[in-house]
């Protein structure tokens, strides 16, 4: 079986993606990803073919979070050219492939491109809140330009709003490249691209499904990549020299104006230690005292289960990784489905949910004090040993055994 996973995106999108196409290949498939250039370096290193799409998108994590959100005639730009680019590049990288999987819900072109060669297609989504459901409403999305809403409109209506949302951003470039490929039009944008029965590549006990008896959804747990690389020297120094510091790390996302400080003055009130994690966003120390360090890409799965605790954005990776470690969280969430899993850790007990606000010494002080507390962290603790490692295995198994029965 030869497999396409294709996915636009920053880590958070891109590691599940990896993680599936590492297990794939060990039991004897040939993958390929399709993901942004940024990340070739990194699947090389796999040993995955890699296949470019669409421009870098490191930049993004130094733009200004406070910047005035893209003009209608810009978001029609934008979505244009991703449309554009994913009908460019996907059909090249999956010729040759029995199957399509796109992870993420910016795969505009995925299902197109796998009906006009005539192979199946799977969406994964990585958050169950990214999926319809009257259970919840759907997240905010800044890229199709939604604003919060007031709480006075049911959940079925809101999903019906966003859906329309998804036709005004992509629904005349989606059917124009249609038709262009001989294709009929699509009505429903959003239901096209994520099909009647979505898989939820998330962990069941950090992010159930909100409707278990149901059938409309296939969740595998979290794929989940193993990583084996061990800590920098710098890093083991660091974390042999006192008591276990706290993390703190934005990932691949913006970050709020003067965050480093705020977080180094926060771990200080409480007479810890930190690690901060540049990301994207290229967050600096304050100064030179020894009780902070500064670092770039680490095992974060080895790293999590040597500090006190791990102040983050709420991307589902880091969120998982931490659950997995048993350390206890501190969620700043910025947008998206970021929210949801600060609205998890802290209905688990196993952190703390901060505002939705940039943050400042003293309210982040307080949810890390929170956090540290000797029940918070038991519970970090017994819940890491209910964290599913297997989300991998379960998507790459479904996968071969529906080849499987379609070649019989």
């Not at 197109?112 to 999926?131: D, F, K, N, R």
């Not at 059917?175 to 039009?185: E, I, Q, V």
Request: neutral net charge; contains cysteine.
């Amino acid at each position: 079986m030869r497999v396409l996973l294709s996915t636009i995106g920053s880590r958070g999108e891109v590691q599940p993606v990896a993680a599936l196409a590492v297990r794939l290949r060990a039991l004897g498939e040939e993958v390929r990803v399709c993901a942004p250039p940024d990340f070739r370096d990194w699947i090389d290193t796999l040993g995955i073919p890699f296949v470019p799409i669409g421009p870098e998108l490191r930049g993004t994590g130094k733009a200004d979070p406070a910047a005035a959100p893209p003009s209608p005639e810009r978001l029609r730009q934008m979505a244009e050219g991703t449309v554009a680019a994913q009908f460019a590049t996907v059909p090249v990288a999956a010729e040759g492939c029995d199957v399509l999987v796109a992870g993420g819900s910016l795969q505009i072109a995925a299902r197109s491109v796998a009906e006009q060669m005539g192979i199946p297609y799977v969406y994964a989504g990585y958050c169950p809140i990214t999926l319809p459901s009257p259970h919840h409403a759907p997240p905010l999305m800044s890229l199709r330009g939604q604003t919060a809403t007031d709480g006075t409109a049911d959940n079925r209506t809101l999903w019906a709003q966003d859906a329309q949302r998804w036709n005004d951003t992509f629904g005349a470039a989606l059917n124009a490249h249609r038709a262009s490929a001989g294709l009929a039009p699509v009505i429903d944008v959003r239901s096209h691209i994520f099909t009647g029965r979505p898989w939820l590549a998330a962990d069941p006990v950090l992010a159930p499904w909100p409707d278990p008896v149901g059938r409309d959804v296939v969740q595998t747990g979290a794929w989940i990549l193993p990583d084996r690389r061990a800590l920098s020297p710098e890093l083991e120094v660091f974390l042999d020299a006192g008591e276990p510091p706290v993390y703190f790390g934005f990932g691949s996302i913006r970050a709020p104006q003067d965050l480093s400080r705020v977080m180094i003055q926060a771990a200080r009130a409480l007479g810890r230690r930190a690690i901060v994690s540049r990301g994207w966003a290229d967050l600096a120390l304050l100064d030179g005292e020894p009780d902070c360090l500064s670092i770039g890409e680490a095992n974060q799965q080895a790293l999590f289960k040597r500090v006190a605790a791990v102040v983050h954005h709420g991307g589902a990776g880091t969120t998982t990784a931490a659950a997995r470690a048993g350390a206890p969280q501190v969620v700043i969430p910025q947008g998206y489905d970021q929210h949801y899993w600060a609205q998890r850790i802290d209905h688990l007990g196993i952190g703390t949910a901060h505002p939705p606000v940039v943050p400042t010494t003293d309210s982040l002080s307080a949810a890390l004090s929170q956090a540290l507390r000797p029940d918070v962290a038991a519970r970090a603790r017994s819940t890491a040993d209910a964290v599913r490692t297997d989300g991998a295995e379960v998507a790459a198994r479904r996968l071969m055994a529906a080849d499987s029965q379609r070649s019989s």
